[in-house]
């Protein structure tokens, strides 16, 4: 117990929105990337898997105009 059983308040809630992955989004997808895996993808590689033809669905979370997931 720390001492301190003060009611800690919920933190407010925040829109996400999903979207299509688009190469305007690239700068922050790559930073997460580099953050969240040992050999994150190079900006060739998603540039190349945008450009594909359909049958891949790449996705951005967005919290206002910052980029916060991809997928």
């Known amino acids: 117990m720390t001492g301190d059983s003060r009611p800690v308040a919920a933190p407010e809630p925040v829109e996400v929105v999903i979207e299509p992955m688009r190469r305007r989004h690239l700068r922050s997808v790559l930073r997460i990337d580099g953050r969240a895996h040992a050999w994150p993808w190079s900006r060739d590689l998603f540039t190349t898997e945008l450009?594909?033809?359909?049958?891949r669905v790449y996705l951005v979370a967005r919290s206002g105009r910052t980029v916060v997931g991809y997928g």
């Open 51 to 55: 450009a594909a033809p359909s049958g």
